[in-house]
């Protein structure tokens, strides 16, 4: 069972309880880093990340970044090995606090010169060449370019400000400032969207040679505008197999482009796989600042308020916001390394599985997660490689659900090692 409790994903509380243990961990060296800026000039109707209109009079990008970097003062990993600016929309920002911002970071943990790999989100409207010069000067060296759709009326239905034109604008300013590493983000299987207008957008894009496309079936998250006009009738879902011919196609057609699936939603040229993505999909430690961000230091999960005021109020005051941990037992740590594993073309090695859980390994003796694994390969969903388990082509689809299976894992015969969480 996991010790503590949590403040659900809508901000409210689910019988939760200060942390405990969290404001005594202190993350490894060279463990992720993740900083959230919640501040977008709209809010997307499918969106459930904690975000905020920047327009508001009563938002203070400021002081954010003021309470960002006394967060990095208190609990920033030293020497982190990747770097991910998130949001909201992290381009958003003036070059000014920008500048504060990552000068800050780099000042606090050192990770100019430890960083494999910076990334920080953009939204075409908030990205021109001057300020993607500015990011490249500040240690940024991967952007995420949000485009979303090259459909207008697509874009409209989201709630999107920007045109498509702005979106072909920055993907010009990231090369011409001289990034190497640019990502473009779509949603497809959206309400209205035809197969052929998806695979002709997609061409688009590609004739522009980004070096990553995360290409997402769009997901009806619990009370966001999108999905309540889905239940009032004013939009209908696409049908299984529609969505079904949408995750074939765009996957079809990215591999004949020469992109690797490397993830259900995500497809890389050569040797530019999101290394920080990776590191989650590993089940691996991370540190998150920021209202609303998640870390996860040895075993203890904690999480900053999704709200702009009660997490600078608190971080203001000593540093450490977070207003919930969690502590999985053995068997959940398993089951969620399986659960994110399982969606990278890499899959899961279960020795790895089991060192992240801190299980003890008994040669010749299956856990939970591997008995629960050839169940799935004698269903021909899963297949066992070169001592890795992943999906088969006829599981691909089914990826999800395939992957929920093992969150509901059978106690373990195997005793969990003394590890104490990381300080």
């Keep these: 069972m996991k010790s503590g409790k949590r403040r659900s994903d809508s901000g409210l509380e689910d019988d939760a309880c200060a942390p405990s243990v969290a404001p005594t961990l ?27 209109v920047a327009g508001d009079t009563s938002r203070d990008v400021d002081g954010t970044v003021t309470a960002i970097l006394r967060e990095a003062q208190r609990r920033g990993p030293t020497a982190p090995r990747t770097v991910f600016f998130g949001g909201g929309t992290p381009s958003l920002l003036s070059i000014d606090e920008l500048t504060r911002l990552l000068d800050g970071l780099d000042e606090h943990t050192g990770f100019r010169a430890s ?14 060449l001057h ?8 240690g940024v060296d991967r952007l995420s ?44 299987g959206v309400p209205g969207q035809t197969l052929d207008e998806w695979e002709r957008d997609l061409a688009r894009v590609l004739e522009l ?50 992109f690797e699936p490397y993830e259900i939603s995500n497809f890389a040229t050569t040797d530019q796989r999101c290394r920080h993505n ?34 600078k109020r608190a971080t203001l005051a000593d540093g450490f916001a977070a207003t919930w941990e969690e502590q999985p ?4 740590r398993i089951g969620e390394t399986w659960w994110l594993g399982l969606r990278t073309l890499d899959g899961v090695d279960p020795s790895h599985a089991r060192a992240v859980a801190g299980i003890e390994e008994t040669p010749g003796e299956p856990d939970s997660a591997e008995r629960e694994a050839r169940t799935l390969e004698d269903q021909g969903l899963l297949e066992h490689v070169a001592g890795r388990w992943r999906l088969t082509p006829r599981g ?28």
Excluded: M
Excluded at 35 to 45: F, G, I, M
Excluded at 329 to 332: S, T
């Design 278 to 311: 990776e590191g989650y999909w590993r089940n691996a430690p991370y540190v998150g600042l920021g209202p609303g961000a998640v870390s996860k230091v040895g075993d203890v999960r904690f999480g900053n308020p999704r709200s702009v005021g009660e997490w």
């Design 115 to 128: 960083a494999q790999e910076v990334t920080l989100e953009c939204n075409p409207e908030s990205l021109d």
């Design 145 to 188: 370019i949000g485009f979303q759709s090259l459909d207008p009326s697509l874009l409209a239905t989201f709630g999107r400000v920007h045109s498509v034109d702005d979106s072909f604008a920055a993907f010009r300013a990231a090369r011409d400032a001289g990034f190497e590493r640019v990502s473009v983000d779509l949603i497809y």
């Design 131 to 138: 300020k993607a010069r500015a990011l490249r000067e500040l």
């Design 329 to 332: 037992d053995a068997a959940e």
């Design 209 to 258: 040679g980004p070096d990553h496309v995360s290409a997402y079936s769009l997901a009806f998250e619990d009370g966001t505008p999108l999905t309540l006009a889905v239940e009032r009738g004013d939009l209908e879902r696409l049908d299984e197999d529609t969505e079904l011919a949408f995750f074939e196609r765009t996957r079809a057609q990215l591999i004949a482009a020469g």
């Design 26 to 52: 202190r993350a490894a060296d060279g463990t992720a880093l993740y900083v959230h800026l919640p501040y977008c000039v709209a809010l997307c109707t499918y969106c459930d990340f904690f975000s905020v």
């Design 396 to 423: 691909l689809p089914l990826a999800d659900a395939v992957a929920r299976r093992f969150l509901n894992l059978d106690a373990f015969r195997f005793p969990a090692r003394d590890a104490a969480p990381g300080r």
